[in-house]
């Protein structure tokens, strides 16, 4: 699910416009250059299958915006959020098949600052909830 969310972000201009190519799965570097994303994988609630496939698998997914100040965090946070927010399609993973998508929810659950090396940073976190099947 991370390459999806990956994907939808680094082909979003605005999103590059803002963080250029400062997307990262899983960590962030302290000294890296903001503002900047980073995104988890946090969690997957299976829905119980009649059938031999699993239909409607909800993932979800933590993206976390840092920047040097709340305004920035929260300007680049609305913008992940437009490019992830109303998304549905197809995603195909490799050339034998992928899944199909839908964002269900995405919500604000945290606005925070942190003191680090290079001084305050502001962060900005979200939840994606993403519907998968197959």
Request: proline fraction near 2%; glycine fraction near 8%; avoid cysteine.
């Amino acid at each position: 699910m991370l390459d999806l969310v990956y994907k939808l972000l680094k082909d979003d201009s605005n999103v590059v416009g803002e963080v250029s190519t400062r997307i990262y799965p899983y960590v962030r570097e302290k000294a890296t250059t903001m503002p900047a994303i980073m995104m988890d994988f946090v969690g997957t609630q299976f829905s119980t299958p009649k059938e031999n496939t699993s239909k409607g698998d909800t993932y979800q997914v933590e993206v976390y915006t840092y920047a040097k100040t709340a305004t920035v965090a929260m300007r680049t946070g609305n913008k992940v959020r437009t490019a992830l927010v109303n998304k549905s399609g197809n995603y195909d993973m490799t050339s034998g098949g992928g899944f199909t998508y839908t964002l269900l929810e995405s919500r604000i659950v945290n606005m925070g600052m942190e003191s680090e090396e290079e001084g305050k940073v502001y962060i900005l976190v979200q939840v994606f909830d993403f519907v998968v099947s197959m």
